[in-house]
């Protein structure tokens, strides 16, 4: 059984840093693509970056050059790094998983889902 758990969320000021957490059980990273996404409030929830299968990364437009897509292959995490955070990058966000090759950034493709950590920046 997957199951997806994040952590590291909370309050930054613009221009800060924070880094995501998600520990993966029930999957192993070369057989499955993950990535993380989020959730504006009154918006619909978009890609912020992926990883593949093959250990590949794409990232969202607006995330290049700030946001850092990794993972821990031994203990089974993936990370989000996120530098220079800006205002409109409020939200919450949620790491997801689909079995197999994909960098897509499309939600509706993941399958597996954690329950998400608050991001708030302030400006």
């Known amino acids: 059984q997957v199951q997806l758990v994040e952590s590291g969320g909370g309050s930054a000021q613009a221009g800060g840093s924070l880094r995501l957490s998600c520990v993966a059980s029930?999957?192993?990273?070369?057989?499955?693509?993950v990535g993380w996404f989020r959730q504006a409030p009154g918006k619909e929830r978009e890609g912020v970056a992926i990883?593949?299968?093959?250990?590949?990364?794409h990232y969202a437009e607006s995330m290049k050059g700030r946001f850092t897509i990794s993972q821990d292959n031994a203990n089974n995490i993936l990370y989000l790094q996120m530098n220079s955070l800006r205002p409109d990058d409020t939200g919450i966000y949620y790491c997801a998983a689909l079995q197999g090759w994909s960098l897509s950034l499309t939600s509706s493709l993941y399958d597996y889902w954690g329950q998400g950590t608050q991001v708030t920046v302030s400006s």
């Open positions: 029930g999957l192993t990273f070369d057989r499955y693509s």
């Open positions: 990883m593949s299968s093959a250990g590949q990364s």
